[in-house]
């Protein structure tokens, strides 16, 4: 019965090739988010989805595309994986309208670039 | 200019100290305002909402000062188990927000 849920945990593959990573809330949230947390530990939004509509789209390299099917499921893919994008990405979900609504967080993918 | 701003630490205190943490934010607009904590390797988890009049959680107590722009952090009685990187986190304006996160305090509670 986890909230939020990110597959895989863990990622390690090589420069260039292409990877998803999926998350899905159950929590009934209509909003979620991507966030990519560096090696210096900075937690930075890259992307938000409302009820499947892109809201936020931080400056973010276009070889990442965030794929909402549904309110319940926002997916990352990436192309072309670059050494900087070594990192840890956390999904999140939210209830949109409620100001006080704090954000649950999945457990993260860790994703290394060989 | 960061839109958060967060003495990055470690803060190294005794157990059974009070330590504060303060946070700075740029944008006046900013609306909502938590504290988060992340442990090592692990994912955010919300620790409190941060009010204007100021609000307490057991040994916890956040405090918001608009005019100045900063929240504070006060933990008092520290234990080993509050050991954690804490977020100051704002939502900025009022349309479709997004956290954004300050580069986290280190706290180490040492016996």
């Known amino acids: 019965d986890t909230a939020v849920s990110q597959t895989p945990k863990y990622l390690v593959t090589q420069m260039g090739n292409d990877k998803s990573i999926k998350c899905e809330q159950n929590l009934g949230h209509d909003t979620m988010y991507w966030y990519k947390q560096d090696s210096k530990k900075f937690l930075k939004i890259m992307f938000s989805y409302n009820n499947k509509e892109l809201i936020i789209n931080e400056t973010v390299p276009n070889r990442f595309s965030p794929k909402s099917p549904d309110k319940a499921h926002l997916n990352l893919h990436i192309n072309s994986l670059e050494l900087g994008d070594s990192a840890v990405y956390f999904c999140?979900?939210?209830?949109?309208?409620?100001?006080?609504?704090?954000?649950?967080f999945g457990d993260g993918t860790r994703l290394s670039i060989l | 200019r960061k839109e958060v701003e967060q003495d990055p630490g470690p803060f190294n205190v005794p157990e059974g100290a009070t330590v504060a943490f303060n946070c700075t934010y740029s944008?006046?607009?900013?609306?909502?305002f938590f504290w988060y904590r992340q442990d090592c390797r692990k994912e955010p988890k919300l620790l409190m909402s941060?009010?204007?009049s100021g609000n307490e959680d057991g040994r916890f107590t956040a405090q918001l000062n608009r005019a100045s722009q900063y929240i504070s952090l006060l933990i008092r009685d520290s234990k080993l188990s509050d050991s954690a990187t804490y977020l100051c986190v704002v939502i900025r304006g009022t349309g479709r927000r997004a956290l954004t996160f300050g580069s986290g305090t280190r706290l180490q509670v040492q016996p």
């Open positions: 999140a979900s939210s209830k949109e309208g409620d100001r006080s609504s704090p954000q649950h």
């Open positions: 941060v009010y204007s």
């Open positions: 944008n006046s607009a900013s609306q909502s």
